[in-house]
C-alpha cells in the first residue's frame, strides 16, 4: 500500500519551460488536491478534485491547470514555468462520504526550483 | 472565502513544558477543525481534529479547544518531548450539506515549535 506518491521528487526548470506534476493514489479516494508551500505562506490550495472528471479552482490557481486522469491519478501541469512558481507542492487526497473523517492524506512532495 | 490567521509563527518551549498554538477564522460557517504536524522535510499529517458540535478534544499530550463565539481554536501539548519538535499548521472548512463533506481546507501559515532539551 503505497498511499499517495508524487513524482518527481526534485525539478529544476528554466523559465518557460513546461512541466507535468505526477500524483497517485491507491487509497480508493474521491477528492484529490494540489497545494504549494512556501515559507512562512502555509499550504495554499491550487486546485482539488472532488471526483473523476471535475475540477475546481483553489486560492492560486493562476499559471496552472490540472487533469484528473481517472480516479488514481491527479496531475499538475506548469505551462510557462516562472520563478513566481518556486516553491514545494503536495498533492492530498481525501475520501468523501457520510462515514468520512475528513482527513487530508499528503503525498511525499515535490521541490520544484525556476531559474 | 475563509481566512485563518495563527500565532505564534515561532515557539521554544523547555522540555517537559506546555506549548500553546492559537488560530482564529473568519466564516462562522466553518465546522471543522484539523491540526498538521510537519516535520522537516517530510509531508503534513494530521494529529487531531475538532468539529463544531464539540468544545474540546484530547488525545494523550494533545488537546485541541474550539471557542465558536470567539471563532477561535487553539492546540495544547502537555509535556513537551523533542520529537514535538516539528512545524504545525491549523485549518478550517465547512462540511457542505450534501454527502460531499468538507472539499477545501483553508490552512494557517504555521507555527516552528521548538522543542529545548
Known amino acids: 500500500n503505497a498511499g499517495v506518491t508524487q513524482t518527481p521528487k526534485f525539478q529544476v526548470l528554466k523559465t518557460g519551460q513546461s512541466m507535468t506534476l505526477q500524483c497517485a493514489q491507491d487509497?480508493?479516494?474521491?477528492?484529490m488536491y494540489w497545494y504549494r508551500q512556501d515559507p512562512g505562506m502555509g499550504l495554499r490550495l491550487i486546485y482539488y478534485?472532488?471526483?473523476?472528471?471535475?475540477?475546481d479552482k483553489g486560492e492560486v490557481p493562476n499559471g496552472y491547470n490540472v487533469s484528473r486522469l481517472n480516479k488514481r491519478e491527479f496531475s499538475l501541469r506548469l505551462e510557462s514555468a516562472a520563478p513566481s512558481q518556486t516553491s514545494v507542492y503536495f498533492c492530498?487526497?481525501?475520501?468523501?462520504?457520510?462515514?468520512?473523517?475528513?482527513?487530508?492524506?499528503f503525498g511525499p512532495g515535490t521541490r520544484l526550483t525556476v531559474l | 472565502g475563509e481566512n485563518v490567521e495563527q500565532h505564534p509563527s515561532t515557539l521554544s518551549v523547555q522540555e517537559g513544558d506546555s506549548a500553546v498554538i492559537k488560530c482564529t477564522y473568519s466564516d462562522s460557517a466553518s465546522n471543522y477543525f484539523p491540526w498538521y504536524k510537519q516535520e522537516l522535510g517530510k509531508r503534513p499529517q494530521l494529529i487531531i481534529d475538532i468539529r463544531s458540535n464539540v468544545g474540546e478534544k484530547k488525545d494523550q499530550r494533545i488537546a485541541v479547544t474550539l471557542n465558536k463565539t470567539a471563532k477561535h481554536f487553539s492546540l495544547h501539548i502537555t509535556e513537551t518531548q523533542p520529537e514535538d519538535s516539528a512545524v504545525y499548521f491549523c485549518?478550517?472548512?465547512?462540511?457542505?450539506?450534501?454527502?460531499?463533506?468538507?472539499?477545501?481546507?483553508?490552512f494557517g501559515t504555521g507555527t516552528r515549535l521548538t522543542i529545548i532539551p
Open positions: 478534485s472532488a471526483s473523476e472528471g471535475t475540477t
Open positions: 487509497m480508493n479516494h474521491n477528492s
Open positions: 485549518a478550517a472548512s465547512m462540511r457542505a450539506e450534501s454527502n460531499f463533506g468538507n472539499e477545501k481546507l483553508t
Open positions: 492530498a487526497t481525501r475520501d468523501r462520504g457520510i462515514r468520512s473523517t475528513d482527513t487530508q492524506y
